[in-house]
Structures are given as C-alpha cells and as structure tokens.
C-alpha cells in the first residue's frame, strides 16, 4: 500500500511570495490533516478534512494560509503572502476512519522563507 | 486544556543502555495514546499506540510503553539502546473519532558510544 505522498520535498521562497504544497492520501482514507510543525516543536494541526468538507480550521490563518479538497483525495494547502514565521515543515496526513485510529504521516514539506 | 508535556529536551544515552521518555497528558476524553519517532528530514513513524485493554504495549523496533491511566503517563521504554535510534521522539494524544491529535514538544535522543 503506498503512503502519503507530498510535494515538493522542500522550497525556499522569499517573504510575501506565495507557495503551494500537495498532498496526496492513502488511497481510500477519508480524512485529511495538514500540520505545521516549527523547529523544536511538535507538529499543530493547520485544518481536519472529512472527504472534501472542512472539519476543523480553527487554528489556520485564514488571512493568508488556504487549503482546499475538492474532490475528496488530494488536498493543496497555500500561503500568500508568506512570512518569516512560516518557515516550518508542514505534514500531510490522513486516515482511513473505518475502525482503524492511525494516522499515517508523509515526508513533509520544509519550508524557508528568507 | 488538552496538552502532552514530555518534561525532557534531550537525552542521551549510551548504546546497549536501557531508555525510559517520559510523556504526561491531559485529555478530557478518552485518551488514544501514541508514540512517533522522526528522524532528520523524514517524516513521523509511528512507534505504538494504546487504545484500550493491555496497559503495556508493544511496538517496532524493540520499543514499549505503559499507559498509567492515575498518573495521566505514556511512557516509552527500550530495554538496550541502538545507535541508530537516535532521533526525536514524539507522544501524542487523540480520540476516537478522529480529531487531530496533540503533539508534545519531542524529547531529542542522542546515543553515545
């Protein structure tokens, strides 16, 4: 079974630009998290999907960070404009929610924004 | 306010020694107990996990944990330590529905020969 993959692996933008990141779930899990995760901290969830709808966007600054996914598979998550303080890797997650608790991490996306 | 503390930053161990990390919760539900490991530049892999019955649980790698529902703890423990165990390591908690899960601030294990 193939994991979750992400793209690209790593990106150095400079502040006020935007970038975009993917993701690509296992296939078949329902649900969907994008983490940030800074350096020396845990990861913090961005936004929860549930097939294509929003679960939870309580913590993503929606002045300036976006996600969306559209069709209930892959998901792309977006910065515009970014800021020093976005430099973090961000990690795409999901899961299956079909009696099955886990969730399964991609690689991850490192950010650097000079 | 839902939290995991992992009182320490770093530890370092000699290999062959045996490892204990401490993870401490609080979770207004049910709490579904994980440990991840993470290496430089990789993602998140998944240790164990407890969701109920046996309080001490195996893992990959030679690892376990004991979950000690009075002390609110999950910690991980390694009878002999390999040096290619050195990475960070991180305790979270979930529920069963779903909900995204919180992480500690990681506990960075350096192993020394």
Same mark, same amino acid.
């Given at each position: 079974e193939a994991g979750v993959? +992400?793209?690209?692996?790593? %990106?150095?933008?400079? %502040?006020?630009?935007?970038?975009a990141f993917?993701? @690509?779930? #296992?296939?078949?899990?329902?649900?969907?998290?994008?983490?940030?995760? #800074?350096?020396? +901290?845990?990861? %913090?969830?961005?936004? +929860?999907?549930? @097939? @294509?709808?929003?679960?939870?966007?309580?913590?993503?600054? %929606?002045?300036?960070?976006?996600?969306?996914r559209l069709k209930g598979v892959d998901s792309t998550l977006k910065i515009q404009p970014a800021k020093l303080e976005d430099s973090?890797?961000?990690?795409?997650?999901?899961?299956?929610? +079909?009696? @099955?608790?886990?969730?399964?991490?991609g690689p991850g996306t490192r950010l650097t924004v000079t | 306010a839902q939290s995991v503390t992992q009182p320490d930053i770093h530890i370092?161990? /000699?290999? !062959? =020694? /045996?490892?204990e990390l401490r993870c401490n919760y609080s979770y207004g539900a049910t709490p579904y107990l994980f440990w991840y490991v993470q290496s430089p530049g990789q993602g998140l892999q998944l240790l164990l996990k407890y969701f109920s019955g046996d309080t001490l649980v195996q893992g990959i790698k !030679?690892?376990? =944990?004991?979950?000690?529902? /009075?002390?609110s703890s999950f910690n991980l423990r390694k009878p002999s330590v390999h040096w290619s165990d050195a990475a960070e390591y991180f305790c979270a908690v979930g529920n069963q529905a779903g909900t995204a899960l919180i992480f500690g601030k990681g506990t960075t294990l350096s192993v020394s020969s």
């Open positions: 993959a +992400q793209s690209p692996r790593y %990106k150095i933008i400079e %502040k006020r630009q935007s970038v993917w993701c @690509n779930p #296992i296939s078949g899990h329902a649900t969907l998290y994008w983490y940030q995760q #800074i350096l020396g +901290q845990g990861p %913090k969830l961005l936004i +929860q999907f549930q @097939n @294509n709808g929003v679960v939870d966007d309580s913590q993503l600054p %929606k002045d300036r960070f976006s996600a969306e973090a890797v961000y990690l795409c997650a999901s899961r299956s929610g +079909q009696g @099955n608790y886990e969730q399964y991490f | 370092t161990v /000699s290999e !062959g =020694a /045996s490892l !030679g690892f376990e =944990a004991e979950f000690k529902r /009075s002390q």
